[in-house]
């Protein structure tokens, strides 16, 4: 049966840990799709560090865009993390708000349509102060209307505080 589950909450505050502790809960052989481009020397430990914590149970994808290129029925899924996959479609179509919009929409639900139990990470970026950049600022609209969009058609979401999970829906 299709599950879909966004755990969301602000940087550094255990998304990822959670995350991958409950694909371990439901499957002993979880999928981990990584939608990140290595953009600095900086960003590459993070993904050595994101890797080294994972073992051989998991099938590692790495895909910056096309999600519904796999086809992953029965399996659970956890896709990390939404607002690097947004950042794909945003440059990549020059900062277009309704375009990458548009494209994520369209992705997560050809994605999503399949029998899987899908588990997605994103970050809560809007939550502080309004930017005083305009590519920012265009960038943290269409992280909040994405987020909200994967909210509304998951079946839980759960909210990371300090690494403590709360469940808001």
């Excluded at 998304?15 to 900086?42: F, N, Q, W």
């Amino acid at each position: 049966m299709k599950q879909i589950i966004l755990i969301t909450g602000g940087s550094r505050s255990g998304k990822s840990g959670y995350a991958e502790k409950l694909a371990l809960s439901l499957s002993a052989t979880p999928v981990y799709v990584a939608t990140s481009r290595i953009r600095d020397e900086e960003f590459r430990r993070r993904v050595i560090h994101h890797q080294a914590r994972r073992g051989k149970e998991w099938t590692n994808i790495e895909e910056e865009k096309e999600l519904s290129r796999y086809r992953l029925k029965g399996r659970v899924v956890l896709v990390d993390c939404v607002t690097l996959w947004s950042a794909n479609f945003f440059f990549d179509l020059n900062s277009g708000v309704d375009e990458s919009l548009e494209a994520i929409k369209t992705e997560f639900d050809k994605f999503t349509a399949q029998d899987a139990t899908f588990i997605f990470v994103t970050n809560e970026i809007g939550m502080g102060g309004v930017s005083g950049n305009e590519t920012q600022r265009k960038f943290t609209d269409l992280q909040g209307w994405v987020n909200q969009y994967i909210a509304q058609q998951a079946d839980q979401v759960v909210f990371m505080v300090s690494g403590i999970p709360m469940r808001m829906k």
